[in-house]
């Protein structure tokens, strides 16, 4: 469970977020401040305490805080390194909320040529799984383990080739329930977990964020809900319309910790 999380509201330039996947248009900007503040309560209904960092008008696709810094293991914090140069300087703006919870000792970098994105690291326990994806490379994983090792972690590549990241496609829900679509369905490297399997046409669903036994998942995906209801989860919905036209998913939009 994760009692805090760090936001960061959409600014304007939102609307000019990267879109290499989704096609659905450009988003509307007052839909998406309304969007990202439903996030905000539902977080907090979830007894979770939030910090909303101010809009950086220069950054259309900053509200995405996962992406430049991993915080999710409790001991060490990473600021990574964006594989789009749009969103290398996102570095630097999430670099001062880091230092407020980790001492400078517990802050690494991922350095370039290296790339990496926070939406592609999954944590299941001592095990920490990296998308080997289009955001994220073989030097980005390495360096990331050679951080994470000395802290007790074992640091798996998962190989990414359809989708953005590798949490675009799975997603950990606890009590070894993973939430899978696409080409991580039966995926060897996933088979001793409980698979809940998402179906296709409901596939961006499968980024949801698990706190204890609720589940926050996006709004309107009905075969969604009733899987992880079955699997005896309390759901919260929350409307991501607008984050899904820029490649944006629940978790891309917090840090949690």
């Not at 990267?18 to 990202?36: M, S, T, V």
């Amino acid at each position: 469970m994760f009692k805090n999380a760090i936001v960061r509201i959409p600014g304007h330039s939102v609307i000019d977020g990267i879109d290499d996947y989704a096609q659905l248009g450009k988003p509307n900007f007052d839909k998406a401040r309304q969007e990202h503040a439903d996030y905000v309560k539902a977080l907090e209904s979830l007894g979770v305490t939030v910090t909303a960092l101010p809009p950086l008008e220069t950054m259309p696709d900053s509200c995405f805080v996962e992406d430049p810094a991993v915080v999710s293991t409790g001991k060490f914090a990473v600021i990574t390194s964006p594989a789009k140069a749009s969103r290398n300087p996102e570095r630097d703006e999430i670099l001062p909320a880091i230092q407020q919870i980790y001492d400078p000792d517990h802050i690494f970098y991922i350095n370039a040529p290296a790339t990496m994105e926070g939406g592609d690291v999954m944590q299941v326990g001592n095990t920490i799984y990296i998308g080997l994806s289009a955001r994220t490379n073989q030097a980005g994983i390495n360096q990331f383990k050679e951080i994470a090792e000395p802290f007790g972690y074992t640091v798996i590549a998962v190989p990414v080739k359809r989708v953005l990241h590798l949490k675009t496609g799975v997603t950990y829900m606890g009590n070894n329930k993973l939430l899978v679509s696409g080409e991580y369905i039966d995926y060897p490297t996933f088979s001793d977990f409980d698979q809940l399997k998402v179906p296709a046409d409901e596939a961006y669903a499968v980024n949801c964020i698990a706190n204890g036994n609720t589940v926050l998942m996006p709004a309107g995906f009905p075969k969604v809900k009733q899987l992880l209801a079955d699997a005896g989860f309390n759901i919260t919905e929350a409307h991501m319309s607008e984050f899904e036209k820029i490649d944006g998913g629940l978790t891309c939009l917090s840090l949690r910790y």
